[in-house]
């Protein structure tokens, strides 16, 4: 887990979260509890498989994500939210429901919505 200067908590939620990735990561391991790196990726359709792997280890560094790797033959590995990462997901629902409410998402035809 990453230490920080003592400050400002939303700075250090803001570094925990920073990459273009990291929200969305962790929404779909809100809504999908045990997934393995491949469902993930397909889940988060765009990502690389370099970014969500690089992703992943810095959440799973900063408590946010869970890694199990289970003894097997093909090995087999699955992510899934610590306690502190399901808490996160919790305070950016507030954050996800003003971006629903104040910014226009863009339709298909390209039209604002």
């Known amino acids: ?3 920080f200067a003592h400050g400002c908590g939303l700075d250090a939620a803001m ?6 990735w990291k929200v969305s990561i962790l929404w779909a391991l809100g809504e999908h509890p045990c997934c393995r ?3 993930l990726r397909r889940l988060l359709p765009g990502v690389t498989e370099k970014v969500l792997a690089s992703h992943l280890r ?4 900063d408590g946010l994500v869970r890694r199990e790797a289970h003894d097997e ?3 087999r590995v699955e992510y899934s939210l610590t306690d502190r990462g399901r808490a996160l997901n919790l305070a950016l629902e507030p ?3 003003w971006g629903r409410e104040n910014v226009p998402v863009p339709s ?6």
Not at 15 to 20: C, F, L, P, R, S
Not at 108 to 113: H, N, Q, S, Y
């Open 95 to 97: 954050l996800g429901e």
């Open 15 to 20: 570094t925990v979260i920073e990459g273009k």
């Open 37 to 39: 790196f491949g469902r």
């Open 108 to 113: 298909v035809d390209g039209a604002t919505g």
């Open 58 to 61: 810095e959440m799973e560094r």
């Open 73 to 75: 033959v093909p090995p």
């Open 1 to 3: 887990m990453r230490a």
